[in-house]
């Protein structure tokens, strides 16, 4: 039984991560949950959830993440297409990661400047005598710079489930008299829909927790989930609101996994088949 | 034929374009001699002076890449034996539910992750900075590793290991001769995805950082809080340098990791 310890063995770091970064994190957020500003036991943080302002904050934080994937996923999509009919497509593909690979918090910036007040685009719009609007700090500016940071995430998984896609299926599709509408909504659609729900899954859920670009884009206007997190953990100093608000947030990314998980075994990559 | 062809490549074109646009403007503007983002001056080195003139941000620089580069080491020597123990699991349902431990820290929010690590280092009295930053992010960086190793493993066919040990290897042998080798693609993988998270990483960080400590991500957001400033702009001409650097070497070893999986065997 020499093997059974060496394999115990190799497996004890992990198994500290586990308990002590996965499982002990949840378990105290959790507890947290049921304490107030002074350290005592109380409801009242769920009581408060479901008051009108968070329940407010929870519709207006999954419209604007529903908002986002939307865009992201028309965007994405006859991209992601496209690119499968690209020469060196594995290099196209790259060049479409790279922009994610830079840092995250440069790339907001960025905008800071492209939708100031002097701005290339009110400098553009200017050009038409428009005039200069207030772009920075809206709803639109959000949602833009949201979707512009998401796109290669969600071309990512469209991207693979189109490349495996058998060409000679949509080939028969034609050939036996579908129009591109229907060969695409009866086929293509349908064989590249777990990447799509891929895709949904890995836009969606960061969304409802969005907190830097709301600060630096939105101006404080837009109040997400993960802001009113932030909010109450590093400004008010209520943890126990803000592990409430964390607690759902899990509850919600644990329905939307639910609901975008992948229900057709033979492919998910989670090595489960084999 | 000809237009939908024409179409496509004008939309990928202008996909690619908008995906550019802000990079290229922040590195452009970088080398603006006059203080804003709208109107080019004249050219100037002096933002990229400014950069290295400072030593705080030099330092927070220098502390970036330390704890990129630690917290990426530690991470895939964890990752690589917990996969290794995961693939040689015998209870499927252990190995099931291992698995889906691991992926909680892939799907969760940062925002969670950062709050609850903050709870964490309190409760257990971690003082925040340098630890608690590396900490946090190797704990983020372990499952990733995993993911990008275990595909390996379970290519691999198990008649190797027991060719091995009919060859007389022992325990060590197998791992350091045989397991190893094969895996290494997936091990650097695993690095690079490791350390590239840990460089961009802002939300977990912002939450565990304290006061004296800070990384690029962090203060990056300090100063973009107040407004702008070309020095950012300078910064990150030297982080898309960096970046395409990292792209470009993990490309040059995930294309050698294609071929090579035999001729590791091969030793």
Redesign the interface.
């Known amino acids: 039984m020499?093997?059974k310890t060496?394999?115990?063995f190799?497996?004890i770091?992990?198994y500290v991560?586990?308990a002590?970064?996965?499982?002990?994190?949840?378990a105290?957020?959790a507890y947290?949950s049921f304490f107030d500003l002074h350290g005592n036991f109380t409801l009242e943080n769920y009581l408060n959830f479901f008051s009108s302002v968070y329940l407010k904050l929870t519709l207006s934080s999954f419209w604007y993440a529903f908002l986002i994937t939307f865009f992201t996923l028309v965007?994405a999509y006859?991209?992601a297409y496209?690119?499968t009919?690209?020469k060196h497509k594995q290099l196209?593909l790259?060049?479409?990661i790279?922009?994610s690979?830079?840092?995250?918090?440069?790339?907001?910036?960025?905008?800071?400047?492209?939708f100031?007040l002097?701005?290339?685009v009110n400098?553009f719009l200017n050009v038409f005598g428009i005039g200069e609007k207030q772009i920075l700090f809206t709803d639109f500016s959000f949602v833009f710079v949201a979707v512009?940071i998401f796109?290669?995430f969600m071309i990512l998984p469209i991207f693979n489930s189109l490349d495996k896609l058998n060409p000679s299926l949509i080939d028969a599709s034609r050939d036996l008299g579908a129009s591109s509408w229907t060969t695409f909504s009866k086929v293509i659609l349908p064989l590249t829909i777990n990447g799509v729900k891929a895709g949904i899954?890995a836009v969606f859920?960061?969304s409802?927790?969005l907190?830097?670009i709301t600060?630096?884009i939105a101006g404080n206007k837009v109040i997400t989930?993960?802001t009113a997190?932030?909010q109450q953990?590093?400004v008010t100093q209520n943890?126990g609101m803000?592990?409430t608000i964390?607690v759902f947030?899990?509850i919600f990314?644990v329905i939307i996994?639910i609901i975008t998980g992948q229900r057709d075994k033979g492919a998910t990559?989670?090595?489960?088949n084999? | 034929m000809e237009t939908t062809s024409k179409s496509?490549k004008f939309?990928?074109a202008l996909?690619?374009i908008?995906?550019?646009?802000?990079?290229i403007?922040?590195i452009f503007?970088s080398f603006n001699s006059g203080g804003?983002?709208?109107s080019f001056e004249s050219f100037t080195w002096e933002h990229y002076a400014a950069v290295f003139s400072d030593t705080r941000l030099i330092m927070i620089l220098l502390n970036t890449v330390i704890v990129a580069l630690l917290s990426a080491l530690i991470a895939t020597?964890?990752?690589v034996?917990?996969s290794?123990?995961?693939v040689?699991?015998r209870n499927k349902s252990l190995r099931?539910s291992?698995?889906s431990?691991?992926n909680?820290?892939i799907?969760?929010?940062?925002?969670?992750?950062g709050?609850?690590?903050?709870?964490?280092f309190t409760?257990i009295g971690v003082k925040l900075g340098f630890a608690s930053v590396l900490i946090s992010h190797i704990?983020f960086s372990?499952p990733i590793v995993v993911l990008m190793v275990?595909?390996k493993l379970?290519e691999m066919n198990s008649t190797l290991i027991d060719a091995a040990a009919d060859l007389g290897a022992t325990?060590r042998d197998i791992l350091t001769r045989v397991i190893i080798p094969f895996i290494k693609p997936g091990i650097f993988a695993g690095f690079f995805m490791a350390l590239?998270y840990s460089?961009?990483d802002?939300?977990v960080t912002?939450?565990v950082t304290g006061n004296g400590f800070s990384t690029?991500?962090v203060e990056?957001?300090s100063m973009?809080?107040t407004g702008?400033t070309l020095t950012?702009n300078a910064?990150?001409g030297i982080?898309?340098i960096v970046?395409?650097l990292?792209?470009v070497g993990y490309?040059f070893v995930s294309q050698r990791g294609k071929n090579p999986v035999g001729m590791g065997v091969r030793k």
């Open positions: 020499e093997t060496t394999k115990t190799y497996l770091p992990y991560w586990i002590l970064f996965v499982i002990a994190p949840i105290l957020i947290y965007i006859p991209t496209l690119l009919k690209t196209w790259l060049l479409i790279i922009p690979w830079i840092n995250l918090l440069l790339k907001t910036y960025a905008f800071i400047g492209i100031g002097y701005g290339p400098a512009y796109i290669p899954q859920i960061p409802l927790s907190f830097m600060r630096l989930l993960g997190i932030e953990f590093l943890w803000g592990s964390a947030l899990i990314m996994m990559s989670n090595g489960n084999k | 496509a939309y990928l996909v690619f908008v995906l550019y646009t802000p990079i403007y922040l503007y804003s983002m709208n020597i964890i990752g034996f917990g290794i123990g995961i040689f699991m099931r291992i698995l431990l691991n909680v820290l799907v969760s929010p940062d925002v969670v992750i709050a609850s690590f903050l709870i964490l409760a704990a372990i275990l595909p379970q325990k590239t460089l961009d802002f939300a912002f939450f690029l991500s990056i957001y973009a809080r702008i950012i910064l990150s982080v898309f970046t395409l990292l792209v490309y």
